[in-house]
């Protein structure tokens, strides 16, 4: 809070105004520094307001060095319902015509069950649980759908996932398809239990060789070539040496889930539910709860304290066999735990479980006419719409869907197009099917499968094919869209001169712009007599009143500035320099119609003759290009673009020292550090003003005190001499 100080009570003088004044004197240095970090502030923004202008300037320049942009074609097709083309800026004037041409189509199969009535139902039998509306319920649990001895041709669910992995590109680090389980056991020998004999199978590219890599465990472990680190709580696997692209990592192992089941007065008592029952039961006996084991842990208080008890509770293979007072627990089909004893409450219910599995695969073709191969595996808590989104989004390359009104299952591969040529390979069709539950429970059969053609096609007389509908040719891209017969469709290309010639127009427009913009800046009047306002002459001015002062006031802050006459003249140079390393007959600008305007008021604009540039364009664009955009090791052989990017980045660059931009600190530029410097030497001034307006307001009040002493001795010895005259 400011001081209040009152004024002139003992000398009538207005102490206020006079120290003010004083004041006001003593402020004027510092006034005038203000106004000099103004003008440098301004002086700042219109160097930075150059650099804008230019590098809009110098990122046009780019478009004028790709040859996409002189050597752009455009192409017409005689049926553009049936066949369009585009062409690459490589591409020649040409004419193809295309004729008996047929479209390729993807490979497609379904579902191909009869029943007694001739419905092609896939659950036509009604054995399927999900009788209430007679389709599957795509968001049902696997297992409630499928279950053990309701379906058609004895489909069986799985122990161990089957897990295919392609190698699609070399390294070391891959996963197990199941991503994020715990790994206990792996079929075929191999246990991952830490094991010594426990091994990965990888079947190289060509199929020809195996090789056996020996499990590890422990991450720490340096890997020799022929061994494999697993994650059991993560599925991933990382190898001792680089497997080959296209090879394949074949493993089996069972997915345990772990479930803990919190018992609470609500559900105290014998039974409890599975949180995600579909479990494998043999004959009545539930085989798969690991260790056949459930722990009971307890939580009780005594003597004040919390003490936790744990009891083991072992699996019996028949309800009838649990007796009370024995720790013994059976389950069902539908994951029903039913203890021999209560379980009271504070407790919790701990096991590990493995579910119904469903493995499959899937085998399709690459290019190269390779086999690839997938395989997926599913447990019986997942639906019918995780089993169709895992297919539909891997790399495989097919489609799944069911339709509930037909009660069809339909399988299509993405890619148009014939890749299996061999008979010997899944019969010469596109798509193979691995392991029941496609045959079983979809009914699908490889030999029922459609499609899978190639887009066959003549041009220019020649008989040819291609995988799918859209296809290059000489750096012409065809899409056929229709099938055309005898009569050809005929599609040409020819150079878009229009295209070209806006390219080049809008360039000198900009050009033009920023020279003219430069100039302006150059030209533009000094007021001397107009100084940045302080802060108190704008108390006294309107806001009208200030805008205009201050536009006078920041005019001619950078005119005849040696940098921007420096660019000009440089920029002029690179337009009007012969480019000599053209092939063509372009040379200069002058020669495709690009020259300086008569008028010297226009500070060197360029004019453009369009009838003659479109010309040039039309009869030799690779020569349009080289003169804007040709590269070179000296001056003379670079194109004009690259000559004036080079321009603009230099200047740039030292404008960028002088003034700085918003990336950069006041101590990185020329003009910051002297701003620095000033706003240091206003902060000093200002320290010493107030120590000099404190000093003012003392002496005037030492004074002020005095004078009141002088008037209270003056009265007092009026008072004495009025009473001694009394007498």
């Known amino acids: 809070m400011a001081d209040m100080r009152i004024s002139g009570l003992a000398s009538g003088m207005d102490t206020q105004q006079i120290i003010s004044d004083l004041m006001r004197a003593e402020r004027i240095p510092l006034d005038k520094t203000k106004q000099k970090k103004q003008l440098l502030q301004w002086k700042r923004d219109a160097y930075r307001e150059m650099n804008t202008l230019m590098s809009k300037l110098r990122d046009e320049t780019l478009n004028l060095r790709l040859q996409s942009t002189f050597l752009s074609k455009k192409t017409a097709s005689t049926s553009e319902e049936k066949l369009t083309a585009t062409a690459s800026p490589r591409a020649g004037n040409v004419s193809y015509q295309i004729s008996n041409a047929t479209l390729a189509t993807a490979a497609y199969n379904s579902s191909k069950l009869v029943d007694i009535d001739g419905n092609g139902l896939i659950n036509g039998n009604e054995k399927i649980s999900n009788t209430t509306t007679g389709k599957l319920n795509q968001s049902k649990k696997l297992w409630e759908v499928f279950r053990d001895g309701d379906f058609t041709n004895n489909f069986t669910w799985d122990t161990k996932v089957t897990d295919t992995v392609n190698v699609f590109q070399e390294g070391k680090n891959f996963h197990l398809s199941r991503q994020n389980i715990k ?169 590990n479980y493995t579910h119904k599995v469903v493995n499959t695969a899937i085998s399709t073709f690459n290019e190269d006419g390779k086999e690839m191969k997938q395989s997926f595996s599913f447990d019986g808590s997942e639906s019918l719409n995780d089993f169709f989104y895992k297919i539909n989004t891997s790399m495989i390359g097919v489609n799944v869907y069911y339709d509930e009104f037909t009660d069809v299952l339909s399988v299509s591969r993405k890619e148009t197009g014939n890749f299996n040529n061999d008979l010997n390979k899944i019969g010469g069709k596109e798509m193979g099917f ?159 119609g690009i020259t300086t305007s008569n008028n010297y008021l226009d500070g060197g604009k360029l004019v453009i003759n369009e009838d003659k540039l479109k010309k040039a364009i039309e009869t030799d664009p690779e020569s349009v290009f080289n003169l804007f955009g040709a590269d070179g090791d000296t001056y003379n052989e670079k194109g004009i673009s690259r000559r004036l990017r080079d321009t603009l980045t230099s200047t740039i660059e030292r404008i960028t020292s002088t003034a700085g931009n918003e990336m950069r600190t006041n101590s990185q530029f020329a003009i910051g550090r002297e701003l620095t410097e000033i706003e240091d030497r206003i902060n000093n001034f200002d320290r010493i003003l107030k120590q000099k307006e404190d000093r003012y307001w003392k002496q005037y009040t030492a004074m002020e005190r005095a004078m009141q002493q002088s008037n209270e001795q003056m009265n007092y010895l009026m008072q004495q001499l009025g009473a001694w005259s009394a007498q």
Do not use: C
Not at 231 to 253: A, C, H, P, R, W
Not at 313 to 323: C, G, H, P, R, S
């Open 183 to 351: 790994t206990d056991s792996l079929s075929s020998g191999i246990d991952l239990n830490g094991g010594e004999s426990d091994k990965i199978k990888v079947t190289s590219a060509d199929g020809n060789s195996v090789k056996d890599y020996a499990v590890v465990y422990d991450a720490t472990v340096r890997l020799t070539t022929d061994q494999v680190y697993v994650n059991k709580e993560t599925g991933q696997m990382t190898f001792g040496e680089n497997l080959s692209k296209d090879s394949k990592i074949e493993v089996n192992y069972s997915s345990y889930k772990e479930d803990l089941i919190s018992v609470s007065s609500s559900n105290e008592g014998k039974v409890f539910q599975l949180s995600t029952p579909g479990l494998i039961i043999d004959n009545n006996n539930f085989a798969d709860i690991k260790d056949n084991q459930a722990i009971i842990k307890t939580t009780r208080t005594i003597d004040g304290e919390s003490v936790t008890e744990e009891t083991i509770y072992t699996q019996v293979n028949n309800k009838n066999l649990l007796i009370e007072g024995q720790n013994t627990f059976f389950v069902d089909e539908n994951g029903e735990l039913t203890f021999s004893n209560n379980i009271s409450k504070d407790s919790s219910i701990s096991l």
């Open 434 to 592: 691995y392991g029941d539950f496609f045959t079983d429970a979809f009914k699908i059969d490889t030999i029922n499968e459609d499609g899978g053609t190639n887009a066959e096609f003549e041009i220019n007389g020649l008989k040819t094919f291609r995988h799918s509908n859209t296809f290059t040719i000489n750096d012409f891209t065809f899409t056929l869209k229709e099938n055309i017969g005898t009569t050809p469709v005929t599609v040409t290309s020819k150079n878009d001169t229009d295209k070209v010639f806006e390219s080049i127009k809008s360039f000198v427009e900009l050009y033009n712009e920023t020279i003219a913009k430069i100039s302006e800046k150059l030209k533009e009047e000094k007021h001397r007599d107009y100084l940045p306002l302080t802060d108190e002459q704008k108390e006294s001015l309107s806001e009208k009143e200030i805008e205009k002062w201050e536009n006078l006031a920041k005019s001619g802050s950078i005119r005849n500035d040696p940098i921007l006459r420096s660019v000009l003249n440089q920029m002029r140079i690179d337009f009007y320099s012969t480019v000599g390393n053209n092939t063509g007959e372009y040379s200069q600008l002058s020669n495709i």
